[in-house]
């Protein structure tokens, strides 16, 4: 069946610009996730969505970072003023609850110059 | 705070040699440690599911077992379809969210 699909693939963007970054979740998963994987480091967490709702926003690195759900199905992760630093993949993961298995997407791959 | 930390970083075999990649962990109490591996330009795929100190997972070449301190994924006889880097992460009771060590780049040379 399908996984999880994120949009785009490869994103390149200048410096203080707001970039925005998409995740389908496989069909039924409630629980979502996003990380980020840093040349070189282990996956981060960022945030965790149960339906539309955001009980874990603890690895959000500034507020510059903000993430929604909607439906209970797609989710966006927007970065505003990008910084050289926020540059890395992004990853996107779903689970059918949260202490399941979670399953994840084929990445952003996000180049701020 | 949960950690986790992977050896070796890098790992050069040869097609055929068998060997082990080591995953340390500190958790408050664990909820389950995962397997994962990770081909270049491409999402982790999930491989394995520990819960409990003592069980072992296989599937095909690859053998995950679980310690309370540490996992060990086993590789036998591996093939160069095997190189991949290969991430552990761990839950805890307390949240859902995975925490990942920096991995394991295995490469099987033909």
């Known amino acids: 069946g399908a996984g999880v699909s994120q949009s785009p693939s490869n994103k390149v963007t200048e410096k203080g610009k707001d970039v925005e970054l998409r995740c389908d979740p496989i069909?039924?998963?409630?629980?979502l996730y996003w990380y980020r994987q840093s040349l070189g480091q282990g996956l981060e967490f960022l945030i965790y969505?149960?339906?539309?709702?955001?009980?874990?926003k603890s690895g959000l690195p500034s507020d510059r970072f903000s993430a929604e759900r909607t439906g209970g199905s797609v989710s966006t992760l927007t970065i505003q003023r990008t910084q050289q630093e926020d540059s890395a993949v992004y990853l996107c993961?779903?689970?059918?609850?949260?202490?399941?298995?979670?399953?994840f997407g084929p990445g952003t791959r996000l180049l701020v110059l | 705070e949960d950690q986790v930390t992977q050896s070796p970083e890098a790992l050069r075999l040869q097609e055929g040699e068998s060997s082990s990649l080591n995953c340390s962990y500190t958790v408050s109490g664990l909820r389950g440690l995962f397997w994962y591996r990770q081909d270049p330009g491409k999402g982790p795929e999930f491989l394995f599911t520990?819960?409990?100190a003592g069980e072992e997972k296989e599937k095909e070449r690859l053998k995950a077992t679980l310690t309370k301190k540490e996992s060990f994924l086993h590789i036998t006889a591996p093939k160069p379809e095997d190189s991949a880097t290969y991430l552990c992460a761990v839950q805890d009771t307390g949240n859902e969210k995975l925490t990942f060590g920096t991995g394991t780049r295995l490469t099987i040379i033909p």
């Open positions: 520990l819960y409990s």
């Open positions: 993961a779903s689970s059918s609850g949260g202490w399941e298995t979670q399953y």
């Open positions: 069909s039924g998963h409630t629980a």
């Open positions: 969505f149960q339906g539309n709702s955001a009980p874990d």
